[in-house]
């Protein structure tokens, strides 16, 4: 059993910036981001391999979001810059134990809330 915590989340400025993290309880392969806004599905956000060599964006947020992970500390983290109100949502961290198969673990949800 893994747990994931997320932290990070806040309430921000249209143009600023806010990094989420993820601290897992034990290792992960594949980890990635998603989010929920009101009233909408969970969308893909970002993903990163155990190496960290391969990173996959949403065309929504390429350029402005990266991902990045600490393994001595099984903790993967987004940096959000020119954050903008459509980022407002709950963003909930994923991971998968297994390098092959699909993501079995989530977190409890941070909210990030952009003002314009």
């Known amino acids: 059993q893994v747990q994931l915590v997320e932290s990070g989340g806040g309430l921000v400025q249209a143009g600023g910036s806010l990094r989420l993290s993820c601290a897992a309880s034990g290792r992960t392969f594949t980890m990635g981001w998603f989010r929920q806004a009101p009233g909408k599905e969970r969308e893909f956000v970002s993903r990163?391999?155990?190496?960290?060599?391969?990173?996959v964006y949403a065309d929504s947020v390429k350029g402005r979001f990266t991902i990045s992970r600490d393994n001595a500390k099984n903790t993967v983290y987004l940096q959000m810059n020119n954050l903008k109100p459509e980022d407002t949502a709950v963003y909930y961290c994923?991971?998968?134990?297994?390098?092959?198969?699909?993501?079995?673990?989530w977190g409890q949800g941070t909210q990030v809330t952009v003002s314009s």
């Open positions: 990163i391999s155990w190496s960290g060599g391969i990173t």
């Open positions: 994923a991971a998968s134990t297994s390098s092959v198969g699909p993501y079995n673990y």
